[in-house]
């Protein structure tokens, strides 16, 4: 008999194992039951905001083709909740009913952290329900409601100052409109930024429509007639608007791994292999997994690297006997732990890229070497933190290309020119300096993980856009910040 495998979730990392996998669910050797609470095939979170302000339309956001799934075999179960797991007897129940199990994956992905407010139901271990005009822009129907109240002429509150929160403030104010950002710190990005830096960036937002509100202190909602009305604070009084968006962080989807009596930490703990028990049926990937003790990043790059190892061991190795002991895998490695966490934020002429800390100040640790450059007459500041000639954090606004290079040896860990301020000249306006060029094997696309050399092949292989390109290697089709540089590859063979 085939095997019976089930996946619980059914978003972006959940689709890319399922493609993995499809080779083994059209030979029959694999029967495939994938568990998705939504109505709606898996699609890309990251794209909303473009929803939202009307620059993408829903159907564009879809990873996945439902109906050549269901041809190739795979049983699709769409608005399918699952509501336990009894792993003595290898079952999930579900909304619709029992599905057993040989071995079973957790991609129940991250629900969005909803603030300890007065008017808002908190609940860290379920969804929320939120009144009207209150959204967390994580599903398709939050981003139409987002629109509808946009195309209405209405105002909107962004609350929290992260990425997700600055993204989508930014998206709004590239539309036309003037959207708020609050959030309680000094600096939106506060832990990726000092205070100078900070005070730049909050200078360049406003400079891009997006009105800022810093050190607020928010205590709840106010509704009216049902919807939501304003935002109740301790320091600004009432912040009145037509919609609240709420971008104050994730939390890992763990309360199924608990109800069967699995640990849970940042996510669902589980080991190299992505194993989270010792029988070798049970595993984790994506935003809900917690790999080897480390936090889920909560971006797209490592999950789909996730997906690629898992698909490839689950169809090498073949489930456990019941009555086997437990696998030895011995030093089998897992799928590759990405490097540090790389942070872009690209948007009405604001560029930032940043990665690890730079609060330390200039003479705080004699070992530690901090490099700092800035203009702000120009929108330019630069910090850059190293120990040993290693780059430990830096922060680079308005310096795109300088930022690029810092990322690429964050990643590698590669040492700083002697001199760091060198790598001022990337960005230089009167020189004609040019970046080092990229290799092969260098990674383009941070989400996908696809590399230059992939890129260019599909180029080769006669792809025209930068949709045919993603449709080959896959470049382009995560946060979509490597489109340009797709782009200008495209643009190469024109000028040969």
Known sequence: MSERLVIIGFGPVAASLVEGLLPAVRSKDLHLTVLGAEERAAYNRVLLAEVAIGAAKPEHLGMADESRLRAAGVDLRLGTTATGVDRARRVVHTSGGAVPYDRLVFATGARP???SLAGLNFDPHADSTLPAGVLALRTL???LQLH???RGGGKVLVL?????????ALAMASAGFEPVLVHHGPAPLGRVVDADGGTLLIRQLEAAGVQVLSGVRATGVQKKDGRFHALATDTHGLIHADALLVSTGVRPRTELAEGCGLAAGSGIPVNE?????SSGRLFAVGDCAEVAGRRPAGLLAPGWAQAGWLA???LSHPAPHPSAPAPDLGCLPGPQAQGGEILMLKGQGLELTAAGTVQAGLFDDPKQQVTVYADPASGRYLKIMARDGLPTGFMALGLPRTGAELAL???RGTALPVD?????RLDAPFEDAQAPAAGADDQLCRCSGATYGQVAHAVQAGCSTVEEVGANCRAGTGCGGCKERIEELLRLPAQA
């Open 141 to 143: 129907d939050d981003a």
């Open 409 to 411: 040896g964050f990643e």
């Open 113 to 115: 952290v909803i603030p």
């Open 273 to 277: 292999q992505l194993m989270a028990d």
């Open 312 to 314: 490839d061991f689950l």
């Open 420 to 424: 760091p301020s060198l790598l001022l």
């Open 148 to 150: 509808s109240v946009l």
């Open 160 to 168: 929290g100052g992260g990425i997700l929160g600055l993204e989508a």
